[in-house]
């Protein structure tokens, strides 16, 4: 089992920034993709960004590109997402996800494909 803990949330002025952090514990011994999923009240979960366990590929939705950046630090067991240019549209409960194997260079955008899910942080953005 591996337990996933969100952190780095809050409220933020249209235009900022913030690190969300995921801090993955337990049987971290494996390789782990790692993806960001957010969900906005009365909307579907959808896909932000991912990254391989061997931080090679990495991919971020369109909807995010040239503003949002994954990565992470296997010797810290973490995973970032960096959001910068934030906008209200941004506003949702930010989730990340862990998907035991695969390559070094697998990296999925499928919700259903991860095997672990943390309890999310809020991110509020205001216009």
Same mark, same amino acid.
């Given at each position: ?5 969100? !952190?780095?949330? #809050? ?11 995921? @801090? @993955? ?7 782990? @993709? &790692? ?35 994954? !990565? ?10 960096? &959001?910068? !240019? ?14 035991? #194997? ?26």
């Amino acid at each position: 089992q591996v337990q996933l803990v969100e !952190s780095g949330g #809050g409220l933020v002025q249209a235009g900022g920034s913030l690190r969300l952090s995921c @801090a @993955a514990s337990g049987r971290t011994n494996s390789s782990y @993709a &790692m993806g960001w999923f957010r969900q906005a009240p009365g909307k579907e979960r959808e896909f932000v960004a991912a990254i391989s366990w061997s931080g090679a590929r990495a991919y971020v939705a369109d909807s995010v590109k040239n503003r949002f950046t994954i !990565s992470r630090d296997n010797a810290k067991n973490t995973v970032y997402l960096q &959001m910068d !240019s934030l906008k209200p549209e941004d506003t949702a409960a930010y989730y990340c996800a862990a998907l035991k #194997g695969g390559s070094a260079y697998y990296y999925t955008p499928f919700s259903y494909e991860y095997d672990y899910w943390g309890q999310g942080t809020q991110v509020t953005v205001s216009s």
